[in-house]
């Protein structure tokens, strides 16, 4: 009973990298992987891995299908976490 009721707390986190865009400098959108995964934005909860990675995955292909390229790179770069 407990091994299953652990199972259920366990789940995955979608997160992006945040933007280093300087307004001030006009620089481009550049996603700062570099920065400690607590200060990743966390863009969906899953039960599985594997779930998130598709998440992941459809969401960079998505927004490159909708002309945004920024959104598709950040994607591209998020990463799955165990939480």
């Not at 945040?18 to 996603?31: H, K």
């Amino acid at each position: 009973m407990r091994h299953h009721l652990g199972a259920t707390l366990f789940a995955w986190l979608l997160v992006i990298p945040p933007s280093s865009y300087d307004p001030v400098r006009g620089a481009g959108r550049v996603f700062d992987t570099e920065k400690p995964l607590g200060e990743w934005i966390v863009a969906g909860t899953y039960d599985t891995e594997e779930e998130c990675a598709a998440a992941r995955d459809l969401n960079s292909a998505f927004m490159a299908r909708q002309g945004n390229g920024d959104m598709a790179q950040r994607f591209g770069l998020g990463r799955c976490v165990a939480k």
